[in-house]
């Protein structure tokens, strides 16, 4: 059994506003996803593998502001490194994604 986090364990992750510049789907995936490249503000931007693909189509994702985890560990989905976990919440008909209710600039710390 895991320890319980403590609250050093959540500062140590930090939660982003982001804004998609491309999507695409991600064909190595186990189960249907997409590949999201996320602007947070820094020089290149950020990649996720997201299971959103009963609620949102490509062309209706970039530009789209979204929240994010940072501070985990990269992963590999289907051969794509995704370097942060985009926020969602879990519905009948799929993944609702979170995001501020007006646009804010790339990287802003969600509070």
Do not use: C
Not at 18 to 45: C, F, K, M, Q, S
């Amino acid at each position: 059994m895991s320890e319980t986090p403590t609250f050093e364990d959540f500062e140590a992750l930090g939660l982003r506003a982001g804004t998609i510049v491309r999507a695409e789907p991600n064909d190595g995936a186990r189960d249907h996803a997409y590949r999201l490249w996320i602007d947070l503000g820094g020089e290149e931007p950020v990649q996720s593998s997201v299971k959103i693909t009963d609620r949102y189509a490509t062309d209706s994702l970039v530009g789209r502001q979204v929240v994010v985890v940072t501070g985990l560990p990269p992963l590999r989905v289907g051969g794509f490194r995704s370097d942060v976990l985009v926020l969602g919440a879990l519905t009948d008909d799929g993944v609702v994604l979170l995001r501020p209710d007006e646009p804010v600039p790339p990287g802003s710390v969600v509070a």
